[in-house]
T-cell receptor, first 111, second 114 residues
């Protein structure tokens, strides 16, 4: 699976959009980009995933560059409860694929 | 629909004691996983089960055994606990979600071995 690179930490003001970048320059054509977050030692929470098109759900938007070498997770209106470690993971579709969690980005939403 | 549930939430063991961590999912998923997370670290895969009746080792299987009891349940057993097994244990199941596979995690079991 392709390796990902994320900044170790970011701050965001409450109510503003949080834009979390991720580089995955060695991504293969059949690999998806997944985003999870972990709030203070709770179980990781799935946020969103995509292959090449931009995606949006009730939690966030995922913007993937045309060459698929990087992506950005957007939380449109960050709240204090969005403070968490955010993980960008690249994974091939298919059954029983282990997720490899790197060190992620610690997002702190400031009041 | 509870998703992935784990019991117990907390456990303290003495070195050499045994215990079983329970995990169940109600999403009709085929694949289930056990991870551990040490303080300040990422998750590491212990064992996984691609389908009912099959299990395979992950990255850190030593000191653990698993049982895929049925499609819903996947248990993790520590036969002789050691302080190095102090960790938070997460169970996950994986199912199809919008044309690809997605893993969903339980709340975790916090285990301390003295």
């Amino acid at each position: 699976d392709a390796k990902t690179t994320q900044p170790p930490s970011m701050d965001c003001a409450e109510g503003r959009a949080a834009n979390l970048p991720c580089n995955h320059s060695t991504i293969s054509g059949n690999e998806y980009v997944y985003w999870y977050r972990q709030i203070h030692s709770q179980g990781p929470q799935y946020i969103i995933h995509g292959l090449k098109n931009n995606e949006t759900n009730e939690m966030a938007s995922l913007i993937i560059t045309e060459d698929r070498k990087s992506s950005t997770l957007i939380l449109p209106h960050a709240t204090l409860r969005d403070t968490a470690v955010y993980y960008c993971i690249v994974n091939r579709a298919g059954s029983a694929r282990q997720l490899t969690f790197g060190s992620g980005t610690q997002l702190t939403v400031l009041p | 629909n509870a998703g992935v549930t784990q019991t117990p939430k907390f456990q303290v063991l003495k070195t050499g004691q045994s215990m079983t961590l329970q995990c169940a999912q109600d999403m009709n998923h085929n694949s289930m996983y056990w991870y551990r997370q040490d303080p300040g670290m990422g998750l590491r895969l212990i064992y996984y089960s691609a389908s009912e009746g099959t299990t395979d080792k992950g990255e850190v299987p030593n000191g653990y055994n698993v049982s895929r009891l049925n499609k819903r349940e996947f248990s993790l057993r520590l036969e002789s606990a050691a302080p190095s097994q102090t960790s938070v244990y997460f169970c996950a199941s994986m199912g199809r979600d919008r044309y690809t596979d997605t893993q969903y995690f339980g709340p975790g079991t916090r285990l301390t071995v003295l």
